[in-house]
């Protein structure tokens, strides 16, 4: 496994993010392919194994079954001091308005079994908010040590800009990290977003790395139930299939050129573009030891290109 500082925040995390949505309870209705307490546990716990040590759920996965079941796997796994646990806050009553945060907070903390966060993200951009109104709020939760560091997830480059400015200006904590959608099919946010993003020394951890596993497999659907019922990943990649597909075929041409595998080759793309830990989720401890493969590959210039070679241009997905 390699690790990497987080953007300017002194926490050292593993350069692939174990991402908990897989878990829950689908009663939840959230998702119907979510894995039980103990299946669960056995993931995280090979995770582990593997040197995984940063986790990543949100308060409204699995209405929060997501987070009880990554306590549970960590207090009976690991010391709390061993890992790097981020979770969300934004689909909730309140969205990011002060109370809301301070509410939700809690609920995480309580869930996750544990009296601090590593890493608390923004799970949207609430317009309906004011940008300073969420900033002193998130920064409160850093001074009262809640939370060691903040990050971002999806959303416009100006939307971002402007907050870190209200963190500068006011001497808020600011953003060390953006989640946001990024993977070989979906790259518009090469565009604005990405350049912020370095210019500013924020870390990457895009979710979806993958495109839900269509830069995984040379077929573009699967016969999973997640495949069947993962009505939001059919929405972000379905549409432009026949063009993408594409893509998915260079990816396949590359990674049998390199003998390795298209789950590999994608997230030696993500480390090429400069990502510091993509965020994989994964239901089979199979897939987690695939991923980790990634790091005995290194792609060219040439095999970077010949992957973006047929990418056009996308309608935003994500920062919506």
């Known amino acids: 496994m390699q690790y990497i500082r987080l953007g300017n925040s002194d926490l050292t995390v593993s350069r692939l993010c ?18 039980d307490p103990e299946r669960s546990e056995a993931i995280i ?16 996965y699995s209405a929060g079954t997501s987070e009880e079941y990554l306590g549970r796997a960590i207090g009976n796994c690991t010391s ?13 009553e309140g969205h990011l308005k002060k109370e809301a945060i ?31 109104e969420t900033m002193e709020a998130l920064d409160k939760l850093v001074r009262e040590g809640k939370v060691r560091a903040l990050g971002a997830s999806a959303m416009y480059g100006y939307q971002f800009y402007n907050m870190q400015l209200a963190a500068r200006d006011n001497g808020w904590t600011p953003f060390v990290s953006m989640q946001n959608h990024y993977n070989p099919l979906y790259r518009e946010d090469e565009r604005e977003l990405i350049p912020i993003c370095r210019q500013m020394n924020v870390a990457l951890t895009p979710y979806s790395p993958l495109a839900a596993g269509r830069c995984a497999r040379p077929d573009w659907a699967a016969d999973t139930m997640r495949s069947h019922t993962d009505k939001v990943a ?31 080759v994608t997230l030696a793309w993500h480390f090429y573009k400069g990502v510091a830990a993509p965020i994989i989720g994964a239901t089979k401890e199979a897939y987690l030891d695939d991923a980790a ?16 070679e047929h990418y056009t241009p996308h309608a935003v997905v994500g920062a919506l």
């Open 45 to 60: 716990r090979h995770a582990l194994d593997l040197g995984i040590n940063f986790f990543d759920t949100a308060n409204t």
């Open 293 to 308: 493969g990634a790091f005995d590959l290194t792609l060219t210039a040439e095999d970077v290109a010949a992957i973006e």
């Open 234 to 264: 059919m929405g972000k990649y379905d549409s432009t299939e026949e063009k993408d597909k594409q893509i998915a075929a260079a990816i396949a041409a590359v990674a049998q050129k390199h003998g390795a595998t298209m789950t590999q």
């Open 18 to 35: 174990l991402g908990c949505m897989s878990f829950g309870d689908p009663a939840s209705k959230m998702h119907a392919w979510t894995l």
């Open 102 to 132: 301070a509410r939700e907070i809690e609920g995480t903390l309580r869930r996750l079994r544990t009296d601090y966060l590593d890493l608390y993200i923004i799970h949207r951009f609430d317009a309906e908010t004011p940008v300073e």
């Open 80 to 92: 709390r001091d061993k890992v790097i646990l981020a979770s969300k806050v934004y689909f909730n």
